[in-house]
């Protein structure tokens, strides 16, 4: 029986056989990165400073991501080791997650403003749960753990980095009682190094797999 | 007859075939894959993979559609409902016979 689960298994981990699931991931979490710093380090009046300029920045950054991800997909991986179509009959499981991840955020958002909690010291279970995200994305890849044990190890020194280095990096500017410079720091810090780690796994990942694989060869 | 050693007894003997076990429990897990796929994932050769698929299409198992990807033709291959219904079938009474 256990074979037959791990068979089962293993369509949803060629997903990442490319890396192209950690790439796209690592992107995303460097672009929005990017974005958090150019909108707590530019000047007052700056367009980073606008709503529009989220939606615009994370409208391009999510077509790029996607025309990255199709590139590999159909230029290398299609034709090296094949294509996949998933079932997407579970959707509504996915939204029904997403529904109740958000409302126990928002509890625990209100709940924090209410006590006046100083939200950097959750960093570290927000870095855990991200790094528990990756693992998932891992399968039985063992060098995979060493750069996920990287990225442990970077969440812990943010958590006790200097409070007045961590809040340099939000500019020290505060959002709000809530979020402080240095909760602001600290996520961003946390955000960055899980996109760096990302970005260099997957490109490993796909290095790797194009030296391991090669297209077959077309039949006249 | 012992409840194991008649679960045993009746499971289907398409599916049960390792190379056609192989080949349903990937497709089960996905819409639809094509031949590339199935070859790097079983390490069968073309024969051996397109025999077995052959058998499970007789038995209304699997669908294989031709199609093109581009300029490269593409052999699709998906569970039908009576596949994906003998698979689920399958491994019930292979937990009833190991458990």
Same mark, same amino acid.
């Given at each position: 029986m256990d074979q037959v689960q791990a068979l089962l298994q293993r369509p949803a981990l060629y997903d990442n056989i490319d890396g192209t699931g950690e790439l796209v991931l690592g992107l995303g979490a460097l672009g929005f990165s990017l974005f958090g710093w150019l909108n707590l380090h530019? +000047?007052?009046?700056? *367009?980073?400073?606008?709503?529009y300029a989220l939606f615009l920045f994370a409208g391009v950054m999510q077509v790029v991501i996607y025309l990255v991800h199709k590139g590999i997909k159909s230029r290398i991986t299609y034709r090296r080791t094949g294509f996949v179509a998933y079932r997407t009959g579970k959707a509504w499981v996915v939204m029904a997650v997403a529904v109740v991840v958000s409302a126990l955020g928002s509890a625990g958002l209100f709940m924090a403003s209410r006590r006046h909690w100083?939200?950097? *010291? +959750?960093v570290l279970l927000f870095g855990l749960v991200m790094a528990a995200l990756y693992i998932r994305m891992i399968g039985a890849v063992r060098w995979k753990w060493a750069m996920c044990s990287i990225y442990v190890a970077a969440v812990l020194a943010i958590a006790v980095l200097p409070a007045d280095l961590v809040e340099a990096f939000a500019n020290h500017q505060s959002i709000s009682p809530l979020l402080t410079a240095k909760a602001l720091g600290a996520y961003w810090l946390t955000f960055l190094a899980y996109g760096a780690v990302l970005v260099i796994s997957g490109s490993i990942s796909l290095w790797l797999y194009i030296h391991q694989t090669q297209a077959p060869a077309q039949e006249a | 007859m012992n409840r194991q050693i008649q679960a045993i007894a009746e499971l289907d003997r398409v599916i049960h075939e390792p190379g056609r076990l192989m080949i349903t429990a990937l497709l089960f897990a996905v819409e639809s894959a094509d031949f590339l796929y199935l070859q790097y994932e079983t390490d069968m050769n073309k024969g051996t993979l397109s025999s077995h698929l052959s058998r499970l299409e007789e038995a209304g198992y699997v669908e294989i559609t031709k199609t093109y990807r581009g300029k490269v033709p593409q052999t699709l291959l998906r569970l039908s409902e009576a596949g994906r219904k003998a698979f689920a079938e399958y491994r019930r009474k292979l937990k009833q016979a190991v458990l």
């Open positions: 530019a +000047p007052a009046g700056s *367009v980073w400073h606008g709503m100083d939200l950097s *010291v +959750p | -």
